[in-house]
């Protein structure tokens, strides 16, 4: 039985009395906290149970582009020093899951290698208006998109593999990137009134779900 704990009516705690999971969100319960308008379809699944290293190959690539976003964010705003500050943190982190992913794969024998994206990545940042400031929020609000589904991805590969040494690796990754998430939206609130930015986290959510929905041919953490 499934029970909502709710410290704060937008950011439901789901808890379950059923087994161990107090503090970890239930897997339905993660797009709407995420601000996800849709969720993952078995589509993706079945590419991962096919293609299982080509997605923990993709998963080092796409930690090491999401410390490249953060660091390119620093330098666009590195006057913004609540913005720099956040920013270092996450470069730091995102690279330390890089060369965690690089320690998994190589302990599983699967050598790192170039992949050739998904197309999610540059179909979302079309969406960026050019002037400041909404651009600046854009940013912000894509990367903090792309940080909500590649956490309600990682929960679906802790639920659905069952390789122990996967499912408990994507499971220690899903606090920080919901962190992201939120920090994200947080200092997109610095470059505009919070209704004006929760507006347009509703409509990129769209185009994102939009995008997911259409995935891509190849497997990949976001395909
Ligand atoms: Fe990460
Ligand atoms: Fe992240």
């Known amino acids: 039985m499934m029970t909502v704990t709710s410290t704060d009516s937008n950011r439901p705690a789901v808890a379950c009395r059923r087994c161990a999971h107090a503090a970890a969100p239930h897997t339905w319960a993660i797009p709407f906290m995420l601000s996800l308008r849709s969720p993952s379809s078995e589509r993706w699944l079945t590419q991962v149970d096919a293609h299982l290293d080509d997605i923990l190959i993709d998963h080092a690539h796409c930690e090491k582009k999401a410390a490249g976003v953060a660091m390119n964010l620093l330098f666009s705003y590195v006057d913004h020093v609540v913005l720099s500050r956040a920013m270092t943190e996450i470069v730091n982190e995102e690279l330390e899951h890089f060369r965690l992913v690089l320690d998994l794969l190589e302990r599983r024998g699967v050598p790192f290698r170039k992949l050739t994206p998904s197309s999610y990545g540059q179909r979302l940042h079309e969406r960026i208006r050019k002037d400041e400031p909404a651009r600046a929020v854009d940013r912000l609000l894509i990367a903090g998109l792309i940080e909500a589904r590649s956490c309600e991805r990682f929960s679906l590969l802790a639920d659905h593999l069952t390789d122990p040494e996967l499912k408990a690796f994507y499971e220690s990754l899903f606090e920080s990137e919901a962190r992201h998430h939120s920090t994200y939206v947080r200092l997109a609130c610095e470059f505009l009134p919070e209704e004006d ?27």
């Open 197 to 223: 930015v929760r507006a347009r986290l509703h409509e990129l959510a769209a185009d994102e779900a939009e995008i997911i929905d259409r995935g891509d041919a190849f497997a990949r953490m976001h395909s």
